[in-house]
């Protein structure tokens, strides 16, 4: 079975559509709509950076020769996915390609691969960690400032979006389905037998991905993950801090 991946756009494309029209029938909405651009780009940008600099490391110098190892957004943006990200809370960038074969021998091409694709969720883990620190530092020690400052009372929300947007997209990408990163993670834990079995049925993987997120499936199932590690980084990030959010 084939499904042509226009299809898929052409429908993710309505999706996006019918989100933005329910943001222009409400001017709050659409105003913090467009304080989480900042969040998608830092996102996206360091996921991608983060693949291709780990590729590079590794022996691989495909990401360098196609000018992917660079913090520049419009490197690693790809419309649909940045599209999808702002209206629908899960999206994607540019893949960075790259060639297994050109990684050193320190290990197998399998785990090599595994490595690269975990560095772009981790990238966006350890984003959403150093901005819980700090919007909890500013709302510690510029908490009347917050209150009369017309900057701090944009960046604020900038922040606290950007925070949920990296811990959406670092949980999202894990999933173990192609072609997100997950699918290599998980790979070289697999036995020889299911390995094989899972490589020989990508295609039928990626078409259960497909409808999983037609049809709003996936965001049912990860998005109280999200929720979960979100809040819990808020909270965690207060009782260090000492404030109350």
């Known amino acids: ?61 495909t990401p360098r020769s196609q000018g992917r190892l660079t913090l520049n957004p419009l490197a690693h943006l790809d419309p649909i996915g940045s599209i999808m990200l702002l209206f629908a809370g899960f999206g994607w960038g540019k893949p960075v390609e790259v060639n297994p074969r050109n990684y050193d021998r320190r290990m197998s091409m399998d785990k090599a691969d595994a490595i690269v694709s975990i ?46 947007i990296n811990v959406g997209l670092g949980l999202f990408n894990l999933i173990p389905l192609p072609p997100l990163d997950g699918s ?32 709003g499936i996936l965001g049912e199932i990860i998005s109280p993950l999200i929720s979960i590690v979100f809040n819990g980084l808020i909270k965690l990030g207060a009782l260090i801090f000492g404030i109350t959010l």
């Not at 429908?11 to 989480?36: D, E, K, Q, R, V």
């Not at 998980?186 to 993987?205: D, G």
């Open 119 to 164: 560095a772009g969720p981790l990238m966006n883990f350890v984003l959403s960690i150093i901005l819980t620190i700090i919007y909890c530092a500013i709302y510690k020690f510029s908490y009347n400032a917050i209150e009369t400052s017309q900057v701090l009372q944009i960046v604020m929300p900038m922040i606290f979006y950007a925070i949920s």
């Open 184 to 215: 290599k993670v998980i790979k070289p834990l697999l036995p020889f037998n299911a390995r094989e079995w899972f490589e020989s049925n990508q295609q039928t993987f990626e078409i259960i991905f497909a409808v999983l997120w037609i049809f």
């Open 1 to 61: 079975m084939y499904i042509d991946k226009r299809a898929i756009y052409f429908i993710m494309a309505i999706m996006a559509i019918s989100g933005f029209a329910s943001y222009i029938s409400n001017p709050s909405a659409l105003i913090n709509l467009l304080l989480t651009i900042p969040g998608v780009l830092i996102a996206i940008t360091f996921h991608e950076f983060a693949h291709a600099f780990a590729a590079d490391k590794l022996g691989d110098d």
